[in-house]
């Protein structure tokens, strides 16, 4: 890696963890000078996503009026579909503030490209200023005048010059004469001193005081002034007051609090009634007419809190789902949805706390000269405890933690890290990985890596081409690019993957029965030679097994239906029926557990199964299913198999729409972002419901309607299934559909072909994985 140009390893290192980075500070002095550069500073600032700043103050110092409390660093993962707060003590860039601010009160003020702002208050005389970097453990303190009262205003950095400044206003303490003048002073970080820049021509509060396009911003405290706020300008240094929303007079309901915070690069006002609370968002900054009412919160939408003491603590920009962080009274954080008008309630706080949204950065204070730079005095570079390195990591359906324990020396952190980067990769490229080096080699297929990348892999489609009724045909792995704004299919015939099958299949067909954590399994047959064989495959390392040949044969009148998936104690597990298509129907079923070598009879089932093969989610394969007594038109039930338990049982439905002359002809299952899906085709229409909470009936949501005008150049009433295989960021929807893979838009109700499938082609979503067959004993392993 030493070989690897600068910007390279930049591009590298930026894409990191800001855990992992700090890792990477102690690896050689090449990367902690690389860390340090101005160019990775500023690239690492400009893919940081958003976190939390927030300040502890446990239940024993809540006693204490001057206790300055801990600064805890909260990571945001935010997903279109989820979001989650996430603060590991052990991976922990926590600073007890007791070091350098003993005996006073700490505020958060603010929070510029990862520098804080912190207002000291030290009782009679005002505030003290102090700022730091909690990823570097830097800080500097800006100490007050003598014989005045201050107070921080706000901290922010001018677009054009790259000046850091803090402005603050103070009021003589000893004055001769009264009324006292208000006066503000400006701080440039690097100059050493505070300027006078003379009197401040508005009373505002500034306990409020977001930062944003060069200004920063308060509310006005004048009930006579024509405009409820103001704002001052950091590059001109003035004051002038800045535009405001319209006024509410909600009737028999009077406002208790005002506040600003910034909403996804917008300026916003929340205003809090004894009925409502409503935010306002400025779309046009400075624009008074762009001020739009974004969102309106009824008083019962959280009965467990009194409503009249409720105040936001900050919106947080860059929430993909629209959802907006609050606080309640510094006692409880929670996520309110405005879409569904639901809170989700957060618990990973002490009783008090304050915070604002932040963006780590390795801004160094000691770029600054003429200041006097600290380090905070419980820091440590690299504060890993090496005795307990956490990763997160996901094993099937079921997110786990494993602890890795033992003394880490300084190559086994070099392992870490190396393991780290490559699970970031695509996948093609780890295979080219492969055949650098032996260490290398080994560390792609040590198990520790597997998981991690299988926990990070994203979703890629398997596309099995067919040519003729007796060739198994080719399989190919698409990677798909998946954004918020665009998505994009990756089919490079220069970094193939594709796997001819024609050597161990042939003049016989395959086809394809499911897929999990990388493991795909496959069904062989060929009726003339009388073959009827089942395949687990791991198209990444090449690797096969064919299970024992099962002792009946099956006819024309016998169908084999298929489920593959893994229990909670980590057993693959293959479950296939056997059903006789005539009357009287009868079907049985068996089981095989990769590794045990020999199937397992599970004796009679009291439902007929459809489908291609069973959907997998939470520990259970899905099919639609029929009782054999049902009429023939009777709308289809959804039956489960549970791994653990092995054991059938009828699963909650969605409800069937009974329309006149629209009949229903196909209902099928997919597995799409976790959810279980159903897909009902009826003579003029498809509709996609989805089951928002697992397992419980009345959480069946109509997700999307596909009318039979929206596919025009298809044949109605539609005579083959809809399979959804993939759902993207931006709502779209990937579908298979009589040989052909399209892209569905709902917004639009758009259909495009993706043009990826040849004449005769199947395919299914798929996560890639160096899951190496060869761990499973008992087991005959082969290579493609």
């Known amino acids: 890696?030493?070989?690897?140009?600068?910007?390279?390893?930049?591009?590298?290192?930026?894409?990191?963890?800001?855990?992992?980075?700090?890792?990477?500070?102690?690896?050689?002095?090449?990367?902690?000078?690389?860390?340090?550069?101005?160019?990775?500073?500023?690239?690492?600032?400009?893919?940081?996503?958003?976190?939390?700043?927030?300040?502890?103050?446990?239940?024993?110092?809540?006693?204490?009026?001057?206790?300055?409390?801990?600064?805890?660093?909260?990571?945001?993962?935010?997903?279109?579909?989820?979001?989650?707060?996430?603060?590991d003590p052990v991976m922990s860039l926590d600073l007890n503030l007791s070091s350098i601010l003993q005996n006073s009160k700490v505020i958060l003020r603010g929070s510029v490209n990862g520098l804080l702002c912190l207002s000291q208050s030290v009782g009679h005389g005002g505030d003290n200023a102090c700022i730091c970097n909690p990823i570097t453990k830097e800080y500097m303190i800006l100490h007050q005048r003598e014989d005045t009262w201050t107070f921080i205003c706000g901290f922010g950095v001018v677009s054009t010059t790259g000046e850091y400044k803090v402005i603050r206003t103070f009021q003589d303490s000893n004055p001769t004469s009264l009324p006292r003048e208000l006066e503000a002073e400006v701080y440039t970080l690097g100059t050493g001193q505070w300027r006078n820049i003379g009197h401040v021509p508005y009373s505002f509060d500034h306990s409020d005081q977001p930062f944003l396009n060069d200004h920063i911003h308060w509310r006005v405290d004048d009930e006579d002034s024509p405009e409820s706020l103001c704002s001052f300008d950091l590059d001109k240094e003035t004051f002038q007051l800045f535009p405001s929303p319209p006024s509410e007079a909600i009737e028999e309901s009077y406002m208790h609090f005002q506040s600003l915070a910034i909403l996804k690069g917008c300026l916003c006002k929340s205003d809090t009634y004894d009925s409502q609370y409503t935010i306002w968002v400025m779309k046009e900054y400075g624009i008074k007419e762009s001020w739009h009412k974004e969102v309106v919160v009824k008083l019962g939408i959280i009965p467990d809190l009194d409503w009249l003491i409720w105040e936001p603590m900050f919106l947080i920009e860059g929430l993909k789902d629209g959802s907006i962080l609050m606080d309640y009274?510094?006692?409880?954080?929670?996520?309110?949805?405005?879409?569904?008008?639901?809170?989700?309630?957060?618990?990973?706080?002490?009783?008090?706390?304050?915070?604002?949204?932040?963006?780590?950065?390795?801004?160094?204070?000691?770029?600054?000269?003429?200041?006097?730079?600290?380090?905070?005095?419980?820091?440590?570079?690299?504060?890993?405890?090496?005795?307990?390195?956490?990763?997160?990591?996901?094993?099937?359906?079921?997110p786990t933690q494993v602890r890795i324990r033992g003394t880490l020396t300084m190559e086994d952190l070099l392992t870490e890290l190396t393991i780290d980067i490559l699970s970031r990769l695509p996948v093609k490229t780890i295979i080219c990985c492969k055949l650098?080096?032996?260490?290398?080699?080994?560390?792609?297929?040590?198990?520790?890596?597997?998981?991690?990348?299988?926990?990070?892999?994203?979703?890629?489609?398997?596309?099995?081409?067919?040519?003729?009724?007796?060739?198994?045909?080719?399989?190919?792995?698409?990677?798909?690019?998946?954004?918020?704004?665009?998505?994009?299919?990756?089919?490079?015939?220069?970094?193939?993957?594709?796997?001819?099958?024609?050597?161990?299949?042939?003049?016989?067909?395959?086809?394809?029965?499911?897929?999990?954590?990388?493991?795909?399994?496959?069904?062989?047959?060929?009726?003339?030679?009388?073959?009827?064989?089942?395949?687990?495959?791991?198209?990444?390392?090449?690797?096969?097994?064919?299970?024992?040949?099962?002792?009946?044969?099956?006819?024309?009148?016998?169908?084999?239906?298929y489920g593959f998936g893994v229990s909670s104690q980590r057993e693959y597990k293959v479950v296939r029926t056997f059903q006789k298509t005539l009357k009287p129907s009868v079907v049985e079923a068996e089981m095989y557990t990769l590794g045990t070598g020999q199937w397992r009879s599970l004796g009679r089932v009291p439902y007929l199964l459809y489908g291609l093969y069973g959907r997998f989610l939470n520990g259970h394969c899905h099919w639609t299913a029929s009782?054999?007594?049902?009429?023939?038109?009777?709308?289809?039930?959804?039956?489960?198999?549970?791994?653990?338990?092995?054991?059938?049982?009828?699963?909650?439905?969605?409800?069937?729409?009974?329309?006149?002359?629209?009949?229903?002809?196909?209902?099928?299952?997919?597995?799409?972002?976790?959810?279980?899906?159903?897909?009902?085709?009826?003579?003029?229409?498809?509709?996609?419901?989805?089951?928002?909470?697992?397992?419980?009936?009345?959480?069946?949501?109509?997700?999307?309607?596909?009318?039979?005008?929206?596919?025009?150049?298809?044949?109605?009433?539609?005579?083959?299934?809809?399979?959804?295989?993939?759902?993207?960021?931006?709502?779209?929807?990937?579908?298979?559909?009589?040989?052909?893979?399209?892209?569905?838009?709902?917004?639009?109700?758009?259909?495009?072909?993706?043009?990826?499938?040849?004449?005769?082609?199947?395919?299914?979503?798929?996560?890639?994985?160096?899951?190496?067959?060869?761990?499973?004993?008992?087991?005959?392993?082969?290579?493609?």
């Open 329 to 398: 009274r510094h006692e409880r954080l929670f996520v309110y949805c405005p879409q569904s008008k639901t809170i989700e309630h957060t618990e990973i706080f002490d009783p008090y706390f304050t915070g604002l949204a932040y963006r780590p950065s390795f801004l160094k204070l000691r770029d600054f000269i003429s200041e006097r730079v600290y380090i905070f005095t419980q820091a440590i570079l690299l504060q890993i405890e090496f005795s307990s390195y956490r990763l997160r990591l996901g094993v099937g359906e079921n």
């Open 627 to 784: 009782d054999p007594e049902d009429a023939r038109d009777a709308p289809l039930k959804i039956c489960t198999f549970d791994l653990d338990k092995e054991t059938f049982q009828l699963f909650p439905s969605p409800p069937i729409e009974s329309v006149q002359e629209d009949q229903i002809n196909f209902q099928n299952l997919a597995v799409l972002k976790g959810f279980l899906y159903e897909i009902d085709t009826y003579s003029s229409r498809v509709i996609i419901w989805v089951m928002k909470e697992y397992g419980i009936k009345k959480s069946w949501h109509k997700e999307v309607v596909i009318p039979q005008v929206t596919i025009d150049d298809i044949e109605w009433p539609l005579w083959a299934p809809i399979s959804p295989i993939e759902v993207f960021k931006d709502g779209s929807i990937l579908i298979v559909f009589e040989d052909e893979l399209w892209e569905f838009y709902p917004q639009s109700g758009a259909v495009e072909d993706t043009e990826m499938f040849d004449l005769d082609s199947s395919g299914m979503a798929y996560r890639p994985s160096f899951l190496k067959l060869q761990n499973f004993e008992s087991e005959r392993v082969l290579m493609l």
């Open 1 to 87: 890696m030493d070989d690897l140009p600068r910007d390279v390893m930049a591009d590298i290192l930026t894409r990191l963890p800001i855990m992992t980075i700090i890792s990477c500070k102690c690896v050689c002095k090449k990367w902690q000078n690389l860390v340090l550069d101005s160019y990775f500073v500023n690239l690492h600032l400009s893919r940081s996503p958003p976190s939390l700043i927030v300040r502890c103050i446990s239940r024993l110092d809540m006693r204490y009026p001057y206790k300055p409390g801990t600064l805890k660093w909260v990571e945001i993962e935010d997903k279109p579909n989820r979001h989650h707060l996430h603060h």
């Open 436 to 561: 650098v080096c032996r260490k290398w080699r080994n560390l792609v297929l040590d198990s520790s890596f597997v998981d991690l990348h299988h926990s990070r892999s994203p979703t890629s489609l398997i596309i099995h081409d067919l040519r003729d009724d007796r060739d198994p045909g080719i399989f190919r792995l698409v990677e798909i690019e998946d954004e918020v704004d665009h998505h994009h299919l990756h089919d490079d015939p220069l970094m193939s993957l594709d796997l001819n099958m024609v050597p161990i299949f042939q003049n016989s067909k395959i086809s394809l029965k499911g897929s999990v954590n990388g493991l795909i399994c496959l069904h062989q047959y060929a009726r003339s030679r009388k073959v009827n064989n089942t395949y687990i495959c791991n198209p990444i390392t090449r690797e096969y097994m064919i299970l024992p040949r099962q002792q009946r044969y099956t006819n024309g009148s016998t169908e084999i239906v």
